[in-house]
């Protein structure tokens, strides 16, 4: 019972890291890319049909330090040590698969939000000091 408990806790941090995560590129890469490419007017379009977007590039740094420390207790939900599945069969079986999707889901979380950090914190100072 403590076992299946678990992997709920397990895969519903897992599922709310990749929505946390998302938004970070939704709030701040997704635009800041845009620009780059000279894609203004969309992101302007964008703004104007979902405002929440400008309230949420305010908070930036918020939006990506909640994300990161989501990621980081879902990897330590998921790796922890002493992490074990039970004993029978059709349990360990179902436990195995939902390890093997929970990691699946992790790690695209971590792409995106390394995507969106990047995106939101890096290519800008490398551009100005490129001076493109």
């Known amino acids: 019972m403590v076992s299946k408990i678990s992997n709920i806790k397990e895969s519903s941090v897992t599922v709310f890291s990749l929505f946390t995560t998302t938004g970070t590129l939704v709030c701040c890469a997704i635009p800041i890319i845009f620009v780059t490419l000279g894609m203004g007017a969309t992101v302007a379009a964008m703004t104007s049909a979902f405002p929440f977007l400008i309230t949420l590039s305010q908070y930036k740094v918020w939006v990506f330090a909640f994300s990161g420390i989501m990621l980081v207790i879902s990897g330590w939900l998921m790796f922890r040590p002493g992490r074990t599945c039970p004993v029978d069969t059709d349990l360990a079986r179902a436990c195995n698969t939902a390890f093997k999707w929970n990691k699946r889901i992790y790690w ?11 995106a939101a914190y890096v290519l800008l100072p490398v551009r100005m000091w490129l001076n493109i």
């Open 108 to 118: 695209a979380s971590v792409v995106i939000w390394s995507i969106g950090f990047i």
